[in-house]
């Protein structure tokens, strides 16, 4: 199969399981095979929905009033497993809010520019005559089956994550409904709409994560392919009408952008205090919770880190090619082109263009470009942060922490 019938095919199976119920702001469009967005308030009312109320409300709202609670002695403070997971829960709700902001804001100019850029893709594959190899075939099958593989492993979190939050009362929640004391009408109303907002608060988040770690891998992973298709174009000789198709790329790029930088800025946060969390749960906390349930924190900082390594080497690989394939232009022009051809004006052409760059933005303000040395100072932060995290909580007594447990009324 070819990359782009690999790219559809992966997309297609995140719509085969994620988009049954609810629609999102933009989403895949199967039969005409591409990326719409949904303008319709009644079409993706159910979503924004769970966002505000199951998402915002009950997983960022209650959290937060019950974290606040604690730290002014209002309330008896958690046990540290369930805080723990508390805050991971804060974490993960607030990303997801802070994405779906993200794709409500930038995503019509995003579809628009990511169907161009497939528009662009089929073109140069079309012209390009390439040959693979058995190793290039081997090396695909095993980048396009892990695509699929993030799918699948987010579509089963759900099925994980809320009987947890059910079993073990992790839910702030229902923790807030325990202490309301209400009749037992309205307590089992309570209970109810509290389990209905977790499992859509899980569904939720499980859903939006990979489309986000998908699309930043794939477009990266599309502007490379087109990027070395112009370097092979260019043998010798050089077309003015490369100039031209990356121009168009250019700005086809340009109005991914915006959702790009944001989706990159909120990307790295999360992923560096998801990454330092699960990491103290996984080394701290192994003999406190189930093993069906302990599994949850180790996959997940796995494939946190393999995503991470994926869409940081894209992204810088995305400059680093434009870079080459630039300098070569421009070496020709001022070689062969000005000296046999007189061809100033191309030459003046190739040094007004700039080489494609991936860059973190919140709103108004570009924190930074990715670059090399942005991988290395992300990855120090990590060590130093969890190195903190794990010298400062020093290692709790398990029995003394499990009569803890058993009087909150966890793991009973």
């Not at 967005?37 to 915002?56: A, D, E, Q, R, S």
């Not at 100039?243 to 930088?261: H, K, Q, T």
């Not at 494609?356 to 990715?370: P, T």
Request: contains cysteine.
């Amino acid at each position: 199969m070819s990359e782009i019938s690999e790219i559809i095919s992966v997309f297609n199976k995140f719509a085969t399981i994620m988009q049954r119920y609810t629609h999102l702001a933009i989403e895949w469009d199967v039969k005409n095979v591409k990326w719409k967005y949904n303008k319709n308030l009644k079409t993706i009312f159910l979503w924004c929905f769970h966002m505000i109320t199951c998402v915002g409300v009950s997983g960022i709202l209650f959290t937060t009033f019950l974290l606040v609670s604690q730290l002014k002695g209002q309330l008896e403070f958690s046990p540290l497993p369930v805080l723990i997971f508390h805050i991971i829960l804060l974490l993960l709700t607030s990303f997801a809010v802070a994405l779906s902001v993200a794709l409500i804001t930038h995503g019509e100019q995003f579809v628009v520019g990511w169907n161009a850029l497939l528009t662009i893709l089929r073109s140069t594959n079309k012209g390009a005559k390439t040959r693979l190899t058995e190793t290039t075939v081997k090396e695909g099958n095993i980048f396009w089956t892990g695509m699929t593989g993030i799918v699948y492993q987010f579509a089963f979190y759900p099925f994980l994550c809320f009987p947890a939050m059910v079993i073990f009362k992790l839910g702030a929640s229902i923790y807030i409904v325990d202490m309301m004391k209400l009749p037992f009408a309205l307590d089992f109303l309570a209970r109810m709409c509290s389990m209905y907002g977790q499992a859509a608060a899980c569904f939720e988040v499980c859903r939006i994560t990979p489309l986000v770690l998908i699309l930043l891998i794939m477009v990266g992973k599309m502007l490379n392919s087109v990027i070395l298709c112009y370097q092979k174009q260019h043998s010798g000789w050089f077309n003015n009408r490369l100039v031209g198709e990356y121009s168009a790329l250019v700005i086809a790029f340009a109005a991914m952008r915006p959702l790009l930088e944001s989706l990159i800025g909120w990307v790295m946060g999360a992923s560096m205090l998801a990454l330092v969390m699960f990491t103290f749960v996984t080394i701290r906390m192994y003999s406190i919770f189930p093993l069906w349930f302990y599994i949850y924190f180790p996959s997940v900082n796995i494939l946190v880190v393999v995503c991470l390594m994926l869409i940081l080497s894209i992204t810088v690989g995305v400059r680093d090619n434009c870079e080459a394939m630039l300098r070569t232009w421009l070496n020709w022009a001022n070689s062969v082109g000005v000296q046999r051809f007189r061809m100033h004006h191309l030459q003046k052409r190739l040094k007004a263009l700039q080489p494609i760059q991936f860059s973190a933005r919140l709103k108004y303000c570009r924190l930074y470009y990715v670059k090399k040395s942005i991988k290395l100072k992300f990855y120090q932060q990590i060590v130093a942060y969890t190195m903190t995290l794990l010298l400062s909580i020093p290692e709790f007594n398990d029995e003394q922490e499990r009569e803890r447990l058993a009087a909150w009324e966890v793991f009973n």
